[in-house]
């Protein structure tokens, strides 16, 4: 298992942004408090509504060999 660094690849191949369980309201925040990559960043400060987690089909998961899930309820992939 590797840390998962905020860098740009990994930013463009976070799919946070097509979970169900990712605030709709997200693009409307100008402060940016959703940028997805929760694997990094640790949890969100949002309340999160766990109906699903898609982190398992995402290639950061992958490359790093991650296992987790809900990053953004439970903070950020032990590296
Ligand atoms: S593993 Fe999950 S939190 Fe991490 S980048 Fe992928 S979709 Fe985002
Ligand atoms: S960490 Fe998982 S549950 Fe949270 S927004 Fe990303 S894909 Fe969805």
Redesign the pocket.
């Known amino acids: 298992m590797k840390e998962?660094h905020v860098n740009l690849h990994?930013i463009r191949?976070?799919?946070?942004g097509k979970?169900p369980s990712f605030p709709g309201k997200w693009r409307e925040m100008a402060h940016a408090d959703m940028p997805?990559?929760?694997?990094?960043h640790g949890k969100s400060k949002l309340e999160i509504e766990q109906i699903g987690?898609?982190?398992g089909?995402?290639?950061?998961?992958q490359e790093?060999g991650?296992a987790?899930?809900y990053?953004?309820v439970n903070g950020r992939?032990a590296g």
Do not use: K, R, T
């Open positions: 998962v990994n191949n976070c799919i946070c979970c997805g990559l929760f694997c990094a987690c898609i982190c089909e995402c290639a950061v998961q790093h991650l987790g899930m990053y953004c992939a």
